[in-house]
């Protein structure tokens, strides 16, 4: 995979010990470690823009080089490098773009990748998860690792590991009760899941 901003020894180190800072400041906890494995998709609950400088925080307080999904209106010159140095892969979900495609053979040719998904349909107040990290999991035969940003108890952090069975229906239910009693800063609780087997685009 890239260059990005965690394999930058200086400043990633300088990065981690600011990160454990900032939670302290703000009185938040970290929790779990990161799993002993080179290659998986980690999910996590998300209802506002805060999530996404936790979670970075968070990956950095665990050393852990992560790549993520961006829009592609991120990566317009001449902001691209940058964001590509963040650790960004962009998405342009206004057509089909075979992303979980892509993700799976970046998967097959990498000895190492941890990627983040926040599934979209937790965002806002909503009724479905989508389904597409499963997917992605599921196609390249890597575990799915359950993370969280809890507001109401002000933790982050990393909790079960699912490997996905192939019954979708019964992995959902029980990636669904994971996050039940996790609360997001502008809803109590993900909806359920909406699995959807044809359109494959990133974030369902």
């Not at 990005?4 to 981690?16: A, C, E, G, R």
């Not at 940003?149 to 019964?170: H, L, W």
Request: hydrophobic residues 45%; proline residues 5%; aromatic residues 14%.
């Amino acid at each position: 995979m890239r260059y990005t901003i965690f394999d930058t020894p200086v400043l990633s180190f300088v990065l981690q010990r600011f990160s454990l800072l900032i939670f302290r400041i703000f009185g938040w906890r970290v929790v779990g470690e990161l799993p002993d494995i080179p290659k998986f998709v980690a999910i996590t609950n998300h209802t506002s823009n805060w999530d996404l400088p936790i979670a970075v925080f968070y990956a950095f307080t665990l050393k852990a080089k992560i790549s993520t999904l961006g829009k592609d209106s991120l990566f317009r010159w001449p902001f691209a490098p940058f964001f590509e140095w963040l650790g960004c892969i962009s998405t342009d979900r206004s057509k089909s773009t075979n992303l979980v495609e892509r993700m799976i053979d970046a998967f097959n040719e990498s000895k190492k990748l941890i990627l983040v998904v926040a599934p979209e349909g937790t965002r806002q107040k909503v009724r479905y998860w989508r389904s597409g990290f499963y997917y992605i999991a599921a196609g390249a035969r890597v575990p799915i690792v359950l993370g969280f940003i809890d507001y109401r108890r002000k933790v982050a952090g990393i909790g079960s590991m699912i490997t996905p069975t192939g019954d979708i229906d019964a992995d959902m239910k029980i990636i669904q009760s994971f996050y039940a009693n996790i609360t997001g800063r502008f809803q109590d609780k993900p909806g359920k899941v909406e699995i959807k087997r044809k359109e494959r685009s990133v974030g369902q």
